[in-house]
């Protein structure tokens, strides 16, 4: 396996391939990077050395047409060339003729993130926090990507006008106060935008926090810079997370942005991806959470893997994730365990899944299992008291007791208010319950 350090002989290689003269200062420009990042499979196969056969390149050429090709020359350089069939980095990275093959159950877009957008740019799905797409354009084509119908689409920054129209929507909604700034990769937009962007969302009053979303970490640490930090440190509290999938793309390189990034006071959190013939293993996904919390790095979710179209090649079942999951939970720091969650198609967010721990339930007892199998009874107390609760907090032991304006009494939604004793409702029923609608039609069934 080749040394993954900054600058080495593979690197140096691709680097002048490149351009002849290119150095260690040229490789670590994120802008060179991304000025010759790989879109074509002659370029690809120039500067990794591998070639395809006739056959196979005119398949993937067709691929390329539908869904566009973009490596940063270090992702690249991260590839094994030896064994790049099996490479976690070129799977992700380069063209598969499967990407063509669309199932009947595949959609465009499976989030329905279209469609829960109030404005152009921002997805409004949860009721406190917005996903604000603020770039169309990533430094590297994660050939998995759930936007996949995007990708290389409009290969452009957003203009400010654009930009401040889900800027209005945020400040005209008082309940946002968290946004979650993504894209495309939020860091392709310059420092200087991005500062615009920034004060222009955190002066917003009801906005306690700003998320970033990026790859770059992974694809291009070089934009992880001091300037950037230097930009990014005057909006705190900004979470960033960011996307390994793999412990292969935990380099030299990826470890410095991310120590700038934890020694700036971010904290940092990751979103993987479970894929199939990628990291579909329980001592892969293991290696990968050593490796991210030993880099400050909180695993926050592991996805499975959408349904857009063109990534049935991907996809694992959900019980694979489950083993995973059965073999973190308790074998590892509960820190390095990232939460499982299938975000519903059709736009119903993100569920989480676990193996299942409660064996057996009594009125005053659970029956538990733990990791090891262990099975074991919790006695619930005999003498609590359930309080009714009339959202009445001012009246209520319980004293929140903070020196500020007391928050709206939010009304509760979904299972929640099943839950409450202040709301009346006793079910949710679908819009389409037959019965339901036989009485609404009156046919008296
Ligand atoms: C994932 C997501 C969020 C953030 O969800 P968290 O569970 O809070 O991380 C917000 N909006 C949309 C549309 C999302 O897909």
Redesign the pocket.
Known sequence: MKEMDIFNDAQQEIARKIKPESNISNWKDWKWQLKNSVKSIDTFELLTGIKFPEEQKSQLKTTLDRFPLSITPYYLSLIDTDNYENDPVFKQSFANVNELTVLKTDMEDP?S?DT?SPVEGI?H??PD???FHVSNVCSMYCRHCTRKRKVGDIDSIPSKEQLKEGIEYIKNTPQVR?V?LSGGDPLMLPDSYLDWLLSEITAIPHVEVVRLGTRMPVVLPYRITEDLIKVLKKYQPLWINTHFNHPREITASSREALAMLADAGFPLGNQSVLLAEVNDCPRVMKKLVHKLVQNRVRP??MYQCDLSEGLAHFRTPVGKGIEIMESLIGHTSGFAVPTYVI?APGGG??IPIMPTYIISWSTNKVVLRNYEGIITTYQEPESYESKFCDRNCEECNLDLNLDEEPDEVEKSIGIEKLLADYDNTISLIPDNNERHNRRENGDGR
């Open positions: 989030l993130e829960d997805t799905r949860y926090r917005v996903l968290d979650l926050y979710y975000d967010g993100k």
